[in-house]
């Protein structure tokens, strides 16, 4: 059983920064490939920012680029979504995901696990 739990949300004005947090748990996290998703209130579940385990490649959404980071630290097992130049729009639900197999990063039904999400509001 993998648990993840994000923190680190909350509320920043526009052009501001916020570090997320997702807490790996449950099995042997550097096995496991690593993403970021968000959801706005009406909307569809969207591709954020990826990391694989294997060579760390990144991957993010052209939105996003730029502006976010996404990085990991195995001996801590913790993903991390470094946010910078936050915008109004960037308001959502944000969600970490696992995957075990190396399968399309920017796809949600990739991933095997998902936290709870922590609320990010970028106020203007």
């Known amino acids: 059983q993998v648990q993840l739990v994000e923190s680190g949300g909350g509320l920043v004005q526009a052009g501001g920064s916020l570090r997320l947090s997702c807490a790996f748990s449950?099995?042997?996290?550097?096995?496991?490939?690593m993403g970021w998703f968000r959801q706005a209130p009406g909307k569809e579940r969207e591709f954020v920012a990826a990391?694989?385990?294997?060579?760390?490649?990144?991957y993010y959404a052209d939105s996003m680029k730029g502006r976010f980071t996404i990085s990991r630290d195995n001996a801590k097992n913790t993903v991390y979504l470094q946010m910078n130049s936050l915008k109004p729009e960037d308001t959502a639900v944000y969600y970490c995901?696992?995957?075990?197999?190396?399968?399309?990063?920017?796809?949600?039904?990739?991933?095997?696990?998902w936290g709870q999400g922590t609320q990010v509001t970028v106020s203007s």
């Open positions: 995901a696992a995957r075990e197999w190396d399968r399309n990063p920017y796809r949600s039904g990739s991933y095997d696990y």
């Open positions: 449950g099995r042997t996290f550097t096995y496991y490939n």
């Open positions: 990391i694989r385990w294997s060579d760390t490649s990144t």
